[in-house]
């Protein structure tokens, strides 16, 4: 049985039907558990992902709270309706969902003619709706909600003349059952210019929706909330050596003392906003607590070390996390890694996926611990990266992990870096491509925090393009450090596995953006891919090459991190000689004769060639080709080859014709 506070004695605040329990729930007793039923306004139809009214009412509640988005597009409440909302699987799974708390907001689609020569139902079906909530076991409290207006002359067949008849109706069914109202028609009539569609309320819609729920439950203004950004929840860790931030709200003219590590800072907020800086922390492995005090209010934010954090970015191969992902192949090692997975020195940040088309002040994200319990949510490259670098660098190691499969690069640049690259930039208007619109959301919320470096994986998605990948890769790195304040931030990056549709141009716009962007370092993955499932299932090699990078990149180890990188060439008689950057302790082959390498002559028809390694060199020929001009190497979608140095890091593909 879970442990909630006495729900009517103490979480209840019953004078006025508003809720006690404050968005600082924490410690033992779980969080107030809110179902939202409805139709396509729940859903938040037409808003980007994150921005419908439940996740932001969640937003605002806090942890504290659990608000689940049960709304279905197009569904009416009554039963006799064209689509019933009581024939979805999302009725019965609100009801499992065990909810503390439903808001009901049904009724527009009711108003269409088809349905509305069922109106005379409509009563009945209503009360049947809120009892068989109210029978649940945990016997939540339910709230009615008044619909959204329709401004003329609407749409859809949905209609403001139907609504205002539904109200009557919505407020007898209140009486009858002694249920509180939420008027979500008051509280929009006055704003038609949120309902670009007449119907649907936009993303500021939505959040006056939640704004005006967040005050029916807690009986607060949502405008006078005092927060600290999520970036600062418990278990959090902060970046050492460098200023530090700590932002959040409040309203404006309101005091604000933060207290961390032996510095306390004072502010006022302005704009509703407020931010102070703390000098540069040390490395602490000792669990502490960060407060931020008013005069009415304090916050304290625990079990908070300080050391070194990575942000994880890209798409679905490093969004992957540890456990499983049907339909896709369970990660290797993966069940006796998560059991072992005791690891308090690691933390992860995890942040929602979100899209928009102007920038958000937080991502609401929140930091985990790394137990067996919780290491399957850990993005698998990320997870075997902060594994193996952890016990090297001796501090806590955090993760902010920022990653959305099947997304473009130009989704995470800024509007001014996409704005410079012209016409090479792939423009799109759709979710979760949205030009800018994960950069808004997902990137530009955390930048006040400081940083110790970035993994990427990304690049599968801007397949396509191979060709202007050369200059939007290298400008989104640039764009990156820009927006850090940091000319060198570490940048390590995976090279795209093979894969059937993956085309070779791509992993040499990787290639040359390694060779001309200083300071970062590319992981090869030839070895490690999957030529029929373009997520690999091999993840521990490529975070444990990341880590070796980031070792030599980010913190000035002398080793060896990086495959052989091919530098030049010569030809020398029937015969071209290679050379290599990262040769390490010495050029090898894995498992016999080195393979993967053609050569070609003045008319460009490449062959399979002969290699042999001399040395740190190697020599390629052809008894066809007696006066070549190029080489390539592992040129497929998912190439063939075994070049590696004797440090076990394979070769990245190549050719010297580079177009």
Request: hydrophobic share 40%; proline share 7%; aromatic share 8%.
């Amino acid at each position: 049985m879970k442990l909630v506070v006495s729900f009517l004695a103490t979480i209840l605040l019953l004078a006025g039907g508003a809720f006690a329990a404050s968005s600082e729930n924490s410690g033992e007793v779980q969080p107030i558990r809110i179902a939202c039923v409805g139709d396509s306004i729940t859903v938040g139809m037409g808003i980007g992902k994150g921005f419908d009214y439940p996740s932001q009412l969640q937003d605002r509640l806090g942890s504290g709270w659990k608000v689940g988005n049960f709304g279905v597009s197009g569904r009416t409440l009554l039963r006799k309706g064209d689509y019933p909302y009581w024939n979805e699987n999302a009725f019965h799974q609100a009801q499992a969902f065990h909810p503390d708390v439903v808001i009901i907001l049904l009724g527009a689609n009711d108003t269409k003619p088809q349905n509305w020569v069922h109106v005379s139902g409509f009563l009945q079906d209503y009360t049947d709706l809120v009892k068989t909530f109210q029978a649940l076991p945990s016997h939540p409290k339910v709230y009615v909600c008044r619909p959204c207006p329709v401004p003329e002359p609407g749409n859809y067949g949905i209609n403001e003349t139907n609504i205002r008849e539904e109200i009557k109706m919505v407020d007898q069914v209140a009486r009858n059952l002694q249920l509180p109202v939420i008027d979500l028609h008051g509280t929009l009539e006055k704003s038609p210019h949120v309902f670009p569609d007449r119907v649907h309320p936009n993303s500021k819609g939505a959040a006056l929706i939640a704004d005006t729920v967040y005050t029916a439950l807690t009986g607060k203004n949502a405008a006078d909330l005092i927060q600290a950004n999520s970036y600062f929840s418990d278990h959090a860790i902060l970046q050492r050596g460098a200023p530090h931030p700590v932002w959040g709200i409040a309203p404006n003219g309101t005091a604000i003392t933060v207290t961390f590590s032996g510095q306390t800072i004072s502010t006022i907020a302005q704009d509703g906003k407020w931010k102070v800086t703390l000098q540069p922390l040390e490395a602490s492995a000792t669990p502490q607590t960060l407060t931020i005090k008013t005069v009415t209010k304090g916050i304290s934010i625990k079990d908070i070390l300080v050391g070194d954090v990575w942000l994880a970015g890209g798409q679905s191969n490093m969004e992957r996390q540890l456990g499983p992902r049907p339909p896709q192949k369970e990660i290797i090692g993966a069940q006796e890694t998560i059991a072992a997975a005791d690891l308090p020195l690691i933390r992860q940040f995890y942040v929602p996926q979100r899209v928009a088309e102007a920038e958000v002040e937080d991502v609401y994200g929140n930091w985990t611990l790394t137990t067996p319990g919780t290491a399957e949510h850990f993005s698998a490259v990320a997870f075997f990266f902060a594994r193996d670098l952890q016990p090297k660098i001796g501090v806590p190691l955090g993760i902010i992990h920022s990653s959305w499969g099947g997304t473009l690069a130009e989704a995470w640049m800024s509007p001014e870096a996409v704005v410079a690259l012209g016409d090479l930039a792939n423009r799109s208007a759709k979710v979760p491509n949205l030009t800018s619109g994960l950069y808004h959301t997902m990137l530009k919320p955390l930048l006040p925090a400081p940083i110790k470096g970035v993994i990427w994986y990304q690049g599968e998605s801007n397949n396509d393009r191979p060709l202007p990948y050369r200059k939007v890769f290298p400008a989104l790195i640039e764009d990156w450090r820009k927006q850090y304040h940091d000319k060198k931030l570490p940048f390590l990056f995976v090279q795209i596995a093979p894969f059937g549709k993956s085309v070779p141009e791509l992993r040499e716009a990787q290639f040359l953006t390694l060779q001309h962007t200083p300071h970062t370092a590319m992981v090869v993955t030839m070895d490690v891919g999957d030529a029929a499932d373009i997520h690999p299932a091999d993840k521990g090699p490529v975070g444990r090459r990341l880590a070796l990078a980031a070792r030599a990149v980010a913190y000035g180890e002398n080793i060896e991190y990086s495959g052989p990188l091919y530098r030049a060439m010569k030809v020398s008689g029937a015969s071209i000689i290679l050379e290599f950057d990262h040769t390490g302790s010495g050029l090898a082959s894995r498992a016999g004769e080195l393979r993967g390498f053609t050569i070609a002559g003045s008319d460009g028809d490449f062959i399979p060639a002969t290699a042999v390694i001399e040395g740190d060199k190697i020599r390629v020929t052809s008894a066809q080709v007696s006066a070549p001009v190029a080489v390539r190497y592992g040129w497929g979608n998912v190439p063939e080859g075994n070049l590696m140095n004797k440090e076990g890091l394979p070769a990245s593909p190549f050719r010297t014709d580079v177009k």
